[in-house]
């Protein structure tokens, strides 16, 4: 599965922003898709998830201000963020999970979000 994160930028404390990631290739074969995220100098967290039923987990950092969504034929996957703040700055990724057990899970290049007055 190949995936292309879109919709980063700049956006002031309090406003809103919506990531899209586009995933081509095998994705019949995708169980879950997540995005992660990453502060300069700082490791790669997780943000929220969607499996392939629709069920969905968030970090306790984002709830209530995030929500995550998917096409159903898993082609398209979205992150809407509002009320954003300073500390959610950072590099956005996709990712998504096969259902079978041998294969990689596959990453995007990434999307820069940045919240600054």
């Known amino acids: 599965v190949q995936l292309v994160e879109s919709g980063g930028g700049l956006v002031q404390p309090g406003g809103s922003l919506r990531l899209s990631c586009a995933a081509t290739g095998n994705i019949f074969s995708v169980k879950a898709m997540s995005w992660y995220r990453q502060a300069p100098g700082k490791q790669r967290e997780f943000v929220a998830t969607?499996?392939?039923?629709?069920?969905?987990d968030y970090a306790t950092s984002v709830l209530g201000r995030f929500t995550i969504s998917k096409e159903p034929a898993n082609n398209w996957m979205y992150l809407q963020m509002n009320s954003l703040k300073p500390e959610d700055t950072g590099v956005y990724y996709c990712?998504?999970?096969?259902?079978?057990?041998?294969?990689?899970?596959?990453w995007g290049q990434g999307t820069q979000v940045t919240v600054s007055s």
């Open positions: 990712k998504s999970e096969s259902i079978w057990p041998d294969d990689d899970d596959s």
């Open positions: 969607v499996t392939r039923d629709g069920s969905t």
